[in-house]
């Protein structure tokens, strides 16, 4: 089983996730940037965490045999916070850069006026600089959030089918399909979506513009969901060539549309300036 996780933060994550998650069939990633949990004070430290997710996250990904793109952008939590908000003039120069396959994570969390100019702003970021957008839905009020999201979307000058809308469930797939966006679907341990409601979604709508992704942070939460995923739906009756298009082909061809994807490791330099995984020794 070929993998793809097309939302998770490795940042976050261990080189035993690298390895786990290698051994599990990914072979590919996409890490969007977000909101680390401690809030940032000035724009600076999203400019070091942007070159960190075009940089050393990408050569350690290599490392484990993982190709590695990220999706940059405002968070929607940091949107609220005026020390932040000056990133949006720093991000037109980050998004020519080769390894950026999307804007993203945009979207609402509380649904305030500074989330709706964040995510109006960068979507247009998105339509400027030819890159889908990778759009978060609220966890919280899912329903409204979502048709708040695809008011904002149909405003914009982003196509439809050139956005993702992220954190799917039972409540929002059918309202997220009709808009004629791509769908995506976080599997949790234990709240919100798991492998098995994921597998009674994929039958009632199909895997047409389906995602799953693990959605792993530095928060409770499992890098190995989408295999359980493509593991659950052979369980259920899915074949081989369904689990391929959700947990590969469609992430494949969502990110492609950037014209960036590059999913080749080979020939990676096993050091990224002058420092390795092994942390200076062999
Ligand atoms: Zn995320």
Same mark, same amino acid.
């Given at each position: ?177 009709? !808009?004629?966006?791509?769908? *995506?679907? +976080?599997?949790?341990?234990? #709240?919100?979506?798991?492998? @098995?409601? &994921?597998? =009674? ?12 992704? !693990?959605?792993?942070?530095? *928060?409770? +939460?499992?890098?190995?969901? #989408?295999?359980?995923?493509? @593991?659950? &739906?052979? =369980? ?33 330099? =096993? ?12």
């Amino acid at each position: 089983m070929r993998i793809f996780d097309p939302h998770i933060h490795m940042t976050s994550r261990t080189t035993d996730d690298y390895e786990a998650m290698y051994a599990a069939g990914v072979r590919a990633v996409v890490e969007p940037s977000f909101w680390l949990g401690q809030p940032r004070t000035s724009p600076v430290t999203f400019l070091d965490y942007f070159d960190s997710l075009l940089g050393w996250e990408p050569f350690r990904a290599a490392q484990y045999g993982i190709a590695h793109h990220c999706t940059l952008a405002l968070n929607p939590k940091e949107a609220n916070d005026p020390r932040c908000v000056p990133v949006l003039d720093e991000l037109p120069r980050y998004l020519v850069k080769d390894h950026v396959v999307a804007v993203g994570e945009i979207g609402y969390d509380s649904m305030t006026p500074a989330e709706d100019t964040a995510l109006a702003t960068q979507l247009q970021l998105a339509a400027d600089h030819e890159l889908p957008a990778l759009v978060h839905t609220p966890h919280r009020d899912k329903l409204a959030g979502l048709r708040r999201t695809l008011d904002v979307v149909r405003e914009s000058s982003l196509a439809a089918d050139r956005v993702l809308v992220d954190h799917l469930n039972e409540t929002t797939v059918k309202e997220a399909k009709d !808009s004629g966006c791509w769908l *995506g679907f +976080s599997v949790y341990p234990d #709240t919100k979506m798991d492998e @098995d409601r &994921m597998v =009674a979604i994929l039958k009632e709508y199909g895997p047409d513009k389906v995602l799953v992704n !693990s959605a792993a942070d530095w *928060g409770r +939460s499992d890098p190995l969901k #989408t295999r359980r995923v493509g @593991d659950a &739906m052979l =369980a259920s009756g899915f074949g081989d060539d369904d689990v391929d298009r959700v947990l590969w082909r469609n992430p494949v061809a969502f990110y492609g549309l950037s014209g960036r994807l590059d999913l080749d490791v080979a020939g990676t330099a =096993a050091t990224h300036e002058g420092n390795s995984v092994l942390r200076g020794g062999e």
